[in-house]
């Protein structure tokens, strides 16, 4: 059985989620997984409003019970995971880089060559150039939208961390980025998704999932997907360069 208008129907009530309070927003919560349940299908599949509520639900019932540092507290596993992504990658660009500290970890733990790039250097180490075991490395204050230091096809990884939803021309930049990998080359994406515990706490505007899955299809990724993890509180996001054929 597939979802229609009477399915529609069940979950017009949820359009008056927001001012609902905790009690109401668990009970649309069950009332999500019911349908998720009913109709048994991929979530990719169920209309965008039921997706959205869903995403809601989720991140509320989430933050409840995460700590005010969480996303501290993850950092580290955050960037081991990141590693193990991206391991197999020579030449890593680092889009939106801040303290350059992925740039560090990734240099150190794998030995890649790293390139940071922020518009703002203030966040930059004192030592620049070196990590705590003095390899070299590089951090860049340039425009992401214009990486012209950077030949077509010269990368191999792409990554952005907590960096997307800080940029006016996301677009331009993730072009820019397909531009300048390799075929095949890959493109990871971590940020703070719509409804997360970030949100609570820093009141920013963030993309919802589906939001940025559409913005690197725009760009010329495939292969693209995206999920949530960490307790549904960061969005986790790659695609691909594609090969010439």
């Avoid at 390139?115 to 990590?131: E, Q």
Wanted: glycine share 8%; net charge negative; charged share 30%.
């Amino acid at each position: 059985m597939q979802p229609n208008d009477d399915g529609r129907r069940q979950y017009a009530a949820a359009d008056e989620f927001e001012d609902c309070g905790e009690d109401g927003r668990d009970l649309y919560g069950q009332i999500g997984r019911a349908f998720f349940d009913r109709f048994e299908l991929p979530e990719e599949k169920l209309p965008a409003f039921v997706t959205e509520r869903l995403e809601i639900t989720r991140g509320h019932m989430a933050r409840q019970h995460l700590p005010e540092n969480f996303y501290d507290k993850i950092k580290p596993s955050l960037h081991r995971r990141i590693g193990r992504e991206l391991r197999l990658a020579r030449y890593v660009l680092d889009l939106g880089c801040g303290s350059c500290e992925l740039v560090r970890y990734l240099v150190d733990a794998y030995g890649q060559e790293v390139t940071g790039v922020d518009i703002s250097s203030d966040s930059f180490p004192d030592r620049r150039g070196r990590t705590r075991q003095g390899i070299r490395f590089h951090c860049i204050r340039r425009d992401a939208s214009d990486l012209e230091f950077a030949t077509d096809g010269s990368m191999d990884a792409v990554v952005m961390v907590w960096a997307l939803h800080e940029m006016e021309k996301a677009g331009t930049i993730l072009g820019e980025a397909c531009r300048v990998l390799r075929p095949g080359g890959e493109v990871l994406i971590v940020d703070f998704p719509r409804g997360s515990l970030a949100q609570q706490l820093w009141d920013e505007d963030y993309y919802r999932p589906q939001e940025v899955k559409s913005l690197l299809r725009l760009a010329g990724f495939i292969d693209v997907r995206v999920r949530l993890i960490e307790h549904e509180q960061v969005t986790w996001a790659r695609g691909f360069r594609p090969a010439v054929a």
